[in-house]
């Protein structure tokens, strides 16, 4: 008589992936309650028999660094969307495994078949497994978009398996899967988005993009928390993590890359959701300055970097009587710490004290911005709106304030200054010490300030 197989089965929890051997109230890890989620896997089968190891590809042997050293001028594919290819480190790279998150309905899907049809004009097959909707909803949407390359094969399957078998079959240029959440694997039991079916689903696919070279794309969703996809191993697992982002009704979106191991973090993509597709925004300071009022008290401009790129970008600020009998802060955009930190130097160091007002900081497009280089300009907001003095409409602040009032010198300001040059500034308030070490004024008037309340004072 043959043996029964034996089943394994651990309790795994939801939020943060750690796994027991029984149940428990609380994970002991994250001390949430009640997260825990029995998981069954069968030890053999056709799960970790089809895991592809070896096939397509040499078998694993230790190279030399010569070796390993030669595959760096590997190509990468390109899709041609400029803001989505820097973000990734231009482009993607053979092999590589890119996690694609974001809150649903955000235009995740959207992105992924603008980007594959792309890839598809330049480098041919493309496999995109579709989960979340049918053949026909995802053919609309590529109709929609104008992504009709004959290279892209749809395929609405959701057993990893099964993909992985097409995928080996097919060897597309890509493989994009859309979402994580909706594929499961034969080994297990649990329901596919358990945890243990999306960590499972990812290591088979690490394993498949690694040793056929063939680039994968994941779709995952983000949840309550903000994190992708519950457990942060996650994150962990892949090479790239991007997110794409968005605020409410606004139609703009920003791809970042959270994780890079090929490329930098810092970068972004600016996009705009349009009845056609995603549009990709080549020049956003423009488009967040574009709605600023007219000498309006409070609002400011201020020049941020995103990576290697300027941004200027309007911070609004509102000083108003207390509703209650204590001030409230409200910020959206920048940091809230960072804003009391400010009220606390204004009232210290530059004789203004706002702290009992109600204080409402805001950067206007839905940016956010968390460099201390935007520190000097929303102190001189909020000093301009509690003065209700308009600040010139073609004048730009940055700088870094410290806990003395003193205001720091910050990274790149000549390319903070050609950017605000380029869009028709004619002054810039800015850290002496900056002013001092640059290249070239930019056609600007500078004034270099060493405190804030020099700052205030060049600015009344
Ligand atoms: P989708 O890519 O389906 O989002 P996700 O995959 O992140 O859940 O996009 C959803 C939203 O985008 C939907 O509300 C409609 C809007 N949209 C447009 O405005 N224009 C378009 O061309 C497309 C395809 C979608
Ligand atoms: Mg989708």
Known sequence: MAKAKKVKSSYVCQSCGHSAPKWLGRCPQCDEWNSLVEEVSRPAGRGIAARPTT??????????????????????????????????????VPGSLVLLGGDPGVGKSTLLCQMLQGIAEAHGSILYASGEESVAQTGLRAKRVGATNPGLTLYAETNLDIILEQALEMRPAVLAIDSIQTVHCDALDSIPGSVGQVREA????????????????????VTKEGSIAGPKTLEHMVDTVLH?????????RILRAIKNRFGSTQEIGVFEMRGSGLCEVPNPSELFLAERPEDAPGSLVVATLEGTRPI????????????????????AGVDSNRVALLLAVLAKRAGLD??????????????????????????????????????????LVF????????VRAVNMADI????????????????????????????LTLVGVSTVKEALRALS
């Open 55 to 92: 096939a397509g590809a040499a078998a694993n042997k230790p190279v030399s660094i010569a070796e390993a050293l030669e595959a760096d001028d590997l190509e990468r594919l390109c899709c041609g969307i400029d803001e989505l290819d820097r973000v990734l480190g231009s482009g993607l």
């Open 202 to 221: 990812t290591g088979r696919l690490m394993a498949f993009s690694k040793t056929s070279g063939i680039p994968t794309i994941l779709v995952g969703h």
């Open 244 to 252: 794409f982002e968005g605020e409410g009704t606004s139609p703009y």
């Open 312 to 331: 200027l970008v309007e911070v609004q600020a509102l000083v108003a009587p207390p509703a209650a009998n204590f001030g409230r802060r409200t910020c």
């Open 354 to 395: 706002l702290v009992p007002e109600d204080v409402f900081v805001n950067v206007a497009g839905g940016v956010r911005v968390f460099e201390p280089a935007v520190d000097l300009g929303i102190a001189c907001a909020l000093a301009s709106s509690a003065y209700d003095n308009a600040v010139d409409g073609k004048t």
């Open 399 to 406: 700088g870094e304030v410290g806990l003395a009032g003193e």
């Open 416 to 443: 903070r200054l050609s950017e605000a040059a380029k869009l028709g500034f004619e002054r810039c308030v800015l850290p002496e010490q900056n002013r001092q070490r640059l290249e070239s004024d930019h056609g």
